[in-house]
């Protein structure tokens, strides 16, 4: 073990909850390194503990926020955000950090994370995009890929994978980055960047879930599926990285896989989803302070009542 590995384990302590561990996670489940990136960017933008708050939903991902050592809240499946939002609008002075899955995030809370996008609250959202819900019994969610089996896709879905990116940008998003977990210091560095956003930003984190969708998939060693993501990938720069072709789109055997159902649809290459994504909208404003404004001043008034 390297001098920095060691460093860095001892800062860590510092940020999480030992008393809790171990973790309930999986062996070699992607949250333990989501987690050190999220508390090493808490570190290195030099932010007090004291002064953040962690927010989390329902299923593995939620299990996050009883691990750091945060102002932390586990609130109910795909309500995370309402409930961040809430936070940071009665103390926009908080570093709100908002977990969840890919199904909490974008089909239960759907809804939750549109309106918080569009309202521009002040935030860091962060996806984990492991392409199936893990805790709940291996069902399809919105990001499991074409062909990719699941217990309610026993022959393969069928279904277009839902476009994170392009929601937030439609939505209006100040910020929005796509990560792996096989590439730590770029998921470091980018939620480090997103802590320091003005506005609304989201994180994307495509995870793996050897246990279940790697399992029914024919990738059940984590290394064997964090691995394959590297050859979906290209690197862009030292931070960033492209998706060259959906991830994990394999399928029971002699099954289509998604890559020929895609083509029979005709869709490109370019037409799929890029990984190591990255943007920011210039000149946005977290509005939380806004909606805290118009709160005291209606209070003022007697309009809250």
């Known amino acids: 073990m390297s001098n920095a590995t060691v460093q860095i384990s001892l800062t860590l302590r510092d940020y999480l909850r030992v008393d809790r561990m171990p973790t309930t996670w999986c062996s070699g489940c992607g949250l333990g390194i989501i987690m050190n990136a999220i508390v090493q960017a808490v570190h290195y933008r030099g932010l007090d503990k004291n002064d953040v708050t962690m927010v989390s939903g329902i299923g593995c991902t939620g299990r996050m926020s009883g691990y750091v050592d945060f102002n932390t809240i586990h609130t109910t499946h795909g309500r995370a955000p309402a409930f961040a939002t809430g936070i940071k609008m009665a103390n926009p002075s908080q570093t709100v950090i908002t977990v969840m899955g890919d199904g909490d995030a974008m089909s239960i809370g759907g809804n939750h994370l549109v309106h918080a996008i569009r309202r521009n609250i002040g935030m860091v959202a962060v996806v984990v995009n492991n392409n199936v819900y893990g805790l709940t019994g291996g069902q399809s969610s919105p990001t499991t890929p074409v062909g990719g089996v699941s217990t309610t896709a026993s022959i393969g879905s069928f279904e277009r994978p839902m476009d994170l990116e392009a929601l937030a940008r439609t939505a209006g998003a100040a910020y929005f980055a796509r990560a792996t977990v096989n590439h730590t210091a770029s998921l470091a560095k980018t939620v480090e960047k997103a802590l320091a956003i003005d506005g609304f930003a989201l994180v994307?984190?495509?995870?793996?879930?050897?246990?279940?969708?790697?399992?029914?998939?024919?990738?059940?060693?984590?290394?064997?599926?964090i691995a394959a993501m590297d050859k979906d990938t290209v690197r862009t720069n030292p931070t960033l990285l492209r998706r060259a072709s959906l991830s994990h789109a394999v399928t029971a055997e002699g099954l289509e896989t998604g890559a020929d159902l895609l083509r029979k649809e005709g869709v490109t290459k370019d037409d799929r989803q890029g990984r190591g994504v990255i943007w920011e909208k210039t000149g946005s404003v977290d509005l939380s302070h806004?909606?805290?404004?118009?709160?005291?001043?209606?209070?003022?008034?007697?309009?809250?009542?």
């Open 290 to 305: 806004r909606y805290r404004q118009k709160f005291d001043k209606d209070d003022e008034d007697g309009g809250w009542m």
């Open 204 to 225: 994307e984190v495509v995870s793996n879930c050897h246990v279940i969708y790697g399992r029914m998939n024919g990738m059940p060693e984590a290394t064997d599926m």
